[in-house]
C-alpha cells in the first residue's frame, strides 16, 4: 500500500467509525460509510484501536444518546483531519484519474467530517446545499416526476389498472404490485432463477465490451438473506475476503432483503439487476479484479457511501437493468410489465431525492413528506415511512446519500446515450481507470 492509499485508509475507517459503522461486519446491519475492505492488508489503527471499538459499539455520533465519552477518546487517539488531509495532498502529487478520484474522495470525507461534528454537538450547521454538491457535484434540486409518472398512468390503463387522479393512481399502482407480489419467503430460490436470467444477459450485452481479462470473473456471487425488522429494505454487503486454494479472490457478496418488504416481480427483477448483476456485485467484483492485477490503486478496495463514486454505482445500478437488455430507453424493454416496474423503481428514487429536499431545503415535517412521496411517487406506505423517517430525516444520509440516486442515475443515463457501449461501458466500470460521477468525463473525453 502506497501513501495515498494509507491515507485514503484511515480517512475513511475513521470517519466510518465516528458514525457507528464497522467494515469488517458481514451485514448491512453493522456496516454503514465504508462499503467494502477486500484487501489483505491489515487493519490500520483507526479501526483496530480499544477506543474505535467501544465508539463502535456506542452508535457513534448519530446513536439515540450518543456517548460523548467515546467519541472524545476515539478523536484523542486519531487524528482524523490530518487523515483527510493527508488524501487532499496525495491527490496533489498525483496524476490523472487518480488525482481527479483522491481530490473528490476528500471533498466528500470533509464534509462527512463536518456533519459528524454537527451531529455529535462540536461544530456549526453544514450547508445543505454544500452537502449535496460534494457527493453528486451538482446543486440541489427538487425531483420532476410528472413523464415517468404519466407513463405509468398509461402502462398501468393499457394492463387493466385504469385511473384518472392522483390517489387513483397511486391505488392503481398498489394494486398492480398486489396482483404480482413476489413471495419473499422464497427469495433464495427466486434470487437465483432472476441472478441466472441478467447474468446470460449480461454475458451477451455487456461483457463483450469489457477487456477480455474480465470475462473469467464471477459476476453474481451471492447469497441471499431474508431478515426481520430491518430499517432498510435491503443491503448489499460485497465481503471479497474468500480466497481459492491458489489465494485468487472468489468475489464473493451477500444480499439481505426485509423480510417484510412488499414487492412486485417485475421490481423485484430490477432490484436484482441493481444490486447484483449487472449492477453493485458485478461492478465490485471487477474493481478487486482489477486492483488484484494492479490496474487501480489501494482506494478501490475500500468504496464508499456519501461519495462521488458511490453517486456513479448508484447511477449504473439503475441503469443496469437496461445495460443487461442492451438498450438505453425504458420503452425499449421487451416486456410493458417490465417497464412499470422500472418505472416504479425509478420514481422511488427519485422520492428519496424529494424526501432529502423537502426535509433539509425547506424545513417539511416528516408526515408532509411521507404524503407527497405516497402521492406523487406511488410508493408504498412503508417505502414512504422510511425514506421520510429513518433515511431522510438522518443528518448524513439524508442529505449527502439520498441525492445520489437521481443525480448518478440521470447522468450514467445520458452517457449511455451519448457514447457507443464499446466506450461507456468500460469508462463506468473502472476499466481505465476508478472513476467516480466526475472523473468518468475525464476518460470519455479524451
Known amino acids: 500500500m502506497d501513501q495515498a492509499g494509507k491515507y485514503v485508509a484511515d480517512a ?6 465516528l458514525w457507528g459503522g464497522d467494515v469488517m461486519c458481514a451485514s448491512g446491519t453493522g456496516r454503514f460509510i465504508a462499503d467494502s475492505w477486500f484487501s489483505d492488508e491489515p487493519l490500520p489503527v483507526t479501526y483496530t484501536h480499544p477506543a474505535a471499538a467501544h465508539l463502535r459499539q456506542s452508535g457513534g455520533v448519530f446513536s439515540k444518546s450518543i456517548d460523548r465519552e467515546a467519541v472524545e477518546a476515539y478523536l484523542r487517539a486519531v487524528d482524523v483531519p490530518e487523515a483527510i488531509a493527508g488524501v487532499r495532498k496525495e491527490a496533489e502529487k498525483a496524476a490523472g484519474l487518480r488525482q481527479a478520484y483522491l481530490a473528490g474522495l476528500a471533498i466528500c470525507l470533509e464534509t462527512m467530517w463536518d456533519l459528524a461534528m454537527e451531529a455529535s454537538g462540536k461544530g456549526d450547521p453544514v450547508p445543505y446545499p454544500r452537502a449535496v454538491e460534494a457527493s453528486t457535484g451538482k446543486p440541489p434540486e427538487p425531483s420532476r416526476p410528472e413523464h415517468k409518472r404519466e407513463r405509468v398512468a398509461e402502462l398501468l390503463g393499457r394492463a387493466g389498472y385504469a385511473s384518472a387522479q392522483n390517489s387513483d393512481l397511486r391505488e392503481a399502482a398498489d394494486a398492480w404490485r398486489r396482483d404480482r407480489v413476489s413471495p419473499m419467503a422464497s427469495v433464495k430460490a427466486l434470487g437465483t432463477a432472476v441472478i441466472a436470467h441478467f447474468d446470460h444477459l449480461s454475458a451477451r450485452n455487456l461483457v463483450r465490451y ?5 470475462e ?3 459476476r453474481a456471487n451471492i447469497e441471499f438473506l431474508p431478515i426481520k425488522d430491518a430499517w432498510f429494505s435491503g443491503s448489499m454487503n460485497y465481503l471479497g475476503r474468500a480466497r481459492t ?14 423480510a417484510s ?4 416481480y417485475p421490481e423485484f427483477e430490477q432490484l436484482v439487476s441493481h444490486e447484483v448483476v449487472p449492477g453493485h456485485v458485478t461492478t465490485f467484483a471487477y474493481l478487486q479484479d482489477l486492483y488484484v492485477r494492479g490496474k487501480t490503486g489501494f482506494e478501490a478496495t475500500v468504496l464508499t457511501m456519501n461519495t462521488r463514486a458511490a453517486t456513479l454505482f448508484e447511477g449504473l445500478a439503475n441503469n443496469a437493468i437496461l445495460i443487461a437488455h442492451g438498450v438505453t430507453e425504458i420503452d425499449q424493454l421487451p416486456d410493458e410489465d417490465l417497464q412499470i416496474g422500472v418505472l416504479l423503481a425509478l420514481l422511488q428514487d427519485d422520492a428519496k431525492n424529494q ?4 426535509t433539509w431545503s425547506e424545513g417539511r415535517e416528516q408526515k408532509e413528506v411521507a404524503a407527497a412521496l405516497r402521492r406523487d411517487f406511488l410508493v408504498t406506505e412503508e417505502r414512504a415511512d422510511k425514506l421520510s423517517g429513518a433515511w431522510g430525516r438522518h443528518p448524513l444520509l439524508g442529505r449527502m446519500y439520498l441525492p445520489a440516486y437521481r443525480a448518478g442515475t440521470e447522468k450514467v443515463a445520458a452517457l449511455r446515450r451519448a457514447y457507443p457501449p464499446e466506450r461507456v461501458l468500460p469508462a463506468i466500470y473502472g476499466c481505465h481507470g476508478l472513476v467516480d460521477i466526475e472523473s468518468v468525463d475525464l476518460v470519455l473525453k479524451r
Do not use: C, K, W
Not at 261 to 264: A, E
Open 245 to 258: 486454494a491458489a489465494g485468487q479472490p472468489q468475489y464473493e457478496a451477500t444480499y439481505e432483503i426485509n
Open 355 to 358: 424526501s432529502s429536499y423537502m
Open 210 to 214: 469489457l477487456p477480455a481479462e474480465l
Open 216 to 218: 473469467r470473473v464471477p
Open 12 to 17: 475513511v475507517l475513521s470517519i466510518d467509525t
Open 261 to 264: 418488504l412488499q414487492i412486485s
